[in-house]
T-cell receptor, first 116, second 116 residues
Framework: AQKVTQAQTEISVVEKEDVTLDCVYE???????LFWYKQPPSGELVFLIR??????QNEISGRYSWNFQKSTSSFNFTITASQVVDSAVYFC?????????????FGPGTSLSVIP | GAVVSQHPSRVICKSGTSVKIECRSL??????MFWYRQFPKQSLMLMAT?????????EQGVEKDKFLINHASLTLSTLTVTSAHPEDSSFYIC????????????FGPGTRLTVT
């Protein structure tokens, strides 16, 4: 069973629309970290956010915001007023205390296309 | 911030030959480095974990004799794909963990390997 699920394989939005990328994770650990990464066409992973399991506060960074809900094991990512430069593949990821945080488990990714 | 480099960024080799990929932590010491493989339109999968001065730990299904990993110093890990075949063509990404960090991994820009 996948530990990190990103149900949306591909999303297309028109520029300036808001878009939410879903992430559902599965773990038996009580201590873990969740991440979001952006992978533009160049291939290089861009770190966006890290959240530990004890911090359920939502976070906003510019046009980006994250909603962490342990009750539903979700860590969703919203881009407000999307721009063409947001077009990329976005990965949600999990690392667990059980593996000493060595193993970062990536979700399958969501490919976002922002159309001008 | 912490920077990880990879060399080369792209490599094309003939089937049956070996190719070496380097991963360097530029401004920190990395006792642990990780190698991931990403096939086109797929997610990143951890191949192996390398610890400085000791043998690498390979994930299930990864052939250790085919993917040789050496982590001879605190700033350098190498991945050698031996007797490469077209099915080894992939995007290889390394990450490094700062000596002082429990959970933070910094990713390199990736190496695109094409085996003809």
């Amino acid at each position: 069973a996948q530990k990190v699920t990103q149900a949306q394989t591909e999303i297309s939005v028109v520029e300036k629309e808001d878009v939410t990328l879903d992430c559902v994770y599965e773990t038996r650990d009580t201590t873990y970290y969740l991440f979001w990464y952006k992978q533009p066409p160049s291939g290089e992973l861009v770190f966006l956010i890290r959240r530990n399991s004890f911090d359920e506060q939502n976070e906003i960074s510019g046009r980006y915001s994250w909603n962490f809900q342990k009750s539903t094991s979700s860590f969703n990512f919203t881009i407000t007023a999307s721009q063409v430069v947001d077009s990329a593949v976005y990965f949600c990821a999990l690392s667990e205390a059980e593996t000493s945080y060595d193993k970062v488990i990536f979700g399958p990714g969501t490919s976002l296309s922002v159309i001008p | 911030g912490a920077v990880v480099s990879q060399h080369p960024s792209r490599v094309i080799c003939k089937s049956g030959t070996s190719v070496k990929i380097e991963c360097r932590s530029l401004d920190f010491q990395a006792t642990t480095m990780f190698w991931y493989r990403q096939f086109p339109k797929q997610s990143l999968m951890l191949m192996a974990t390398s610890n400085e001065g000791s043998k690498a730990t390979y994930e299930q299904g990864v052939e250790k004799d085919k993917f040789l990993i050496n982590h001879a110093s605190l700033t350098l890990s190498t991945l050698t794909v031996t007797s490469a075949h077209p099915e080894d063509s992939s995007f290889y990404i390394c990450s490094a963990r700062d000596h002082g960090s429990l959970y933070e991994q910094y990713f390199g820009p990736g190496t695109r390997l094409t085996v003809t």
